[in-house]
């Protein structure tokens, strides 16, 4: 009887975790947009549905199995903000509930595995709302290492199988973080593999390597890409920009690189002392136990190296409870005073999730949008009737949002009256999608720098060459330029020279026309 209630119990947890996840979700994806960034997959899923590919139809350097996934819930519940949240809200609640289950798997009682999984359920997510490269990697992310964690505990070949398919999707959304964890898992999948002389898993795991391989060559094939222009966007670009993320490291920044990640730390406390603690023990029945919390550790220490290098700091927020769950049941399988440990845990865990879940959830304080006040969004139909619902607010007027819906109409209006193959260069990047009109943008997003080369970089003549191809093989007449811009005041002018006339409509929004030059 007992087993049944548990098994019940376990049961509506999950229920309830579904429909919070998804729920919750699905309300803060209406609240507050960045534009370059609630857009862009928006504009590229989109345009995969209709036949347009990256690396070939357009410049991008992340983010492709992101498109992809959004072309799918495009065709499955309609182009629409809702379907596009949705996406998001699908893969918060797989993470709340792989996240449960796991904790579940390694005996952790269904009390605790709830309330780890409704912070995590809380705190991933909600954050942006939409569909993020940041929250997708580390999603997948976590679920690779959640894999590795049941593969060396449950020595079950079939998570050794799933363990390189879900990291190559996870870097085939963001190089980094994937790339560190595939390092360390690597690693220590080996260590694990020789010491325990486990031949079969392997060969699982190896057979998982060559069908993501496979599955990849594929999509090359079908999309017609090649794979030189894959190479160059996806790998070369990317790391000819990567010294710079670096200079954290120079000099050294105690308050930013300590302090301000102090709530992680402290969630890992624990297994650092287990560490310890086991590095020097002899007892070979702990091994696995301790090649996971190693695993964890390091997972730790690589996403806050990762987040000093960039801006995007409360993509890790999440991990608190997260981590806090290793804790938890690690201190209960090897500590005396385990009680006061989980106590100190909860009590960890339930005030940085107030706390992060009041500052950047309930108040927006996402990115950009940390200096806007709220008070002065519209109704996302002031700027689009596809957008109703939506408390419109961005940083570009922060203080008069009815201004921009105004120059975003203006900018609409003139666009839809042109039958003519157009560029549209724009951080508003829902405006095609809505017109129902490819707009031949040679690049995903024009964030000069992480966007597109600009002229100082080694790449921009191939750059150039792809962008005036892009031109010549459409016939495109017309560019339009809807300000403002995070990159270049004027993104293609340098490309084009004097092979161009400029029709101004008003302060934000002009007009080049084409010559033949």
Same mark, same amino acid.
């Given at each position: 009887? @007992? ?14 975790? +579904? ?44 983010? &492709? %199995? ?6 799918? %819930? ?61 929250? #997708?990697?580390?999603?997948?992310? $976590? ?15 079939? %998570? ?20 560190? =964890? ?14 325990? @002389? ?32 894959? $190479? ?18 120079? &000099?050294?920044?105690?308050? !930013?690189?300590?302090?301000?990640? /102090? ?13 310890? @603690? ?27 190296? #990762? ?21 938890? +049941?690690?201190? *209960? ?11 100190? =845990? ?15 959830? *309930?108040? !927006? ?18 700027? #689009? ?5 939506? !408390? ?20 609409? *209006?003139? +666009? ?5 193959? /157009? ?26 720098? #992480? ?12 750059? /150039? ?6 031109? !010549? ?45």
């Amino acid at each position: 009887m @007992k087993i049944k209630n548990k098994n019940l119990l376990s049961i509506f947890s999950i229920i309830f975790l +579904i429909f919070f996840s998804v729920i919750f979700n699905q309300y803060y994806g209406y609240i507050g947009i960045l534009p370059i960034d609630s857009f862009l997959i928006f504009n590229s899923g989109y345009d995969l549905m209709n036949g347009y590919y990256p690396f070939k139809d357009y410049w991008t350097i992340k983010e &492709p %199995f992101i498109d992809l996934i959004q072309a799918i %819930f495009f065709k499955l519940f309609g182009v629409s903000w809702f379907s596009y949240v949705f996406h998001a809200s699908v893969f918060n609640c797989i993470i709340t509930i792989f996240t449960f289950l796991l904790l579940k798997k390694l005996h952790l009682n269904n009390s605790l595995c709830f309330f780890y999984s409704i912070c995590v359920a809380i705190l991933t997510y909600p954050t942006a709302g939409t569909p993020f490269s940041d929250h #997708h990697t580390l999603i997948l992310c $976590l679920s690779s290492l959640y894999l590795f964690i049941l593969a060396i505990d449950k020595r079950n070949n079939i %998570f050794w199988f799933l363990i390189p398919i879900i990291l190559g999707f996870s870097f085939l959304s963001k190089q980094a973080p994937t790339v560190y =964890l595939i390092f360390l898992i690597t690693v220590l999948s080996l260590i694990f593999f020789i010491r325990t @002389k486990n031949f079969s898993s392997f060969i699982s795991a190896l057979s998982g390597v060559c069908l993501i391989l496979i599955l990849f060559f594929i999509l090359l094939f079908l999309g017609d890409i090649k794979f030189n222009d894959f $190479l160059i966007q996806y790998f070369s670009y990317p790391m000819s920009l990567g010294g710079s993320r670096f200079e954290w490291l120079f &000099p050294f920044d105690f308050k !930013r690189i300590v302090w301000r990640y /102090k709530l992680q730390y402290s969630s890992i406390a624990i297994l650092i002392y287990l560490f310890i @603690k086991f590095s020097f023990a002899k007892n070979r029945k702990i091994f696995s136990d301790y090649l996971i919390i190693i695993s964890v550790i390091c997972f730790c220490l690589l996403t806050i190296m #990762h987040q000093l290098m960039t801006i995007n700091a409360i993509f890790i927020y999440c991990l608190i409870p997260i981590f806090s769950g290793f804790s938890h +049941i690690y201190s *209960k399988k090897y500590l005396k005073k385990e009680k006061i440990i989980g106590r100190l =845990l909860i009590a960890l865990t339930l005030c940085s999730t107030v706390y992060y879940y009041s500052y950047y959830i *309930k108040n !927006r304080t996402f990115m950009d949008l940390k200096e806007v006040s709220f008070e002065n969004s519209i109704d996302g139909e002031q700027v #689009h009737s596809e957008l109703s619902n939506i !408390r419109w607010i961005t940083m570009f007027y922060p203080n008069n949002p009815t201004q921009e819906a105004s120059n975003i109409k203006l900018a609409i *209006k003139i +666009i839809q009256e042109d039958n003519n193959k /157009k560029i549209i260069i724009t951080d508003y990047q829902f405006i095609s999608v809505f017109l129902k009109q490819y707009d031949f943008s040679p690049t995903r997003f024009w964030y000069n720098f #992480h966007g597109y080369p600009t002229e100082k970089s080694a790449y921009f003549n191939y750059w /150039k060459e792809f962008v005036l191809k892009k031109i !010549r093989k459409n016939n495109i007449k017309n560019i339009y330029v809807l300000k403002p811009l995070h990159g270049e005041t004027k993104p293609l002018e340098n490309i084009l020279k004097d092979c161009y006339q400029k029709q101004v409509f008003s302060e934000t929004f002009y007009k080049l026309i084409l010559k033949d030059c």
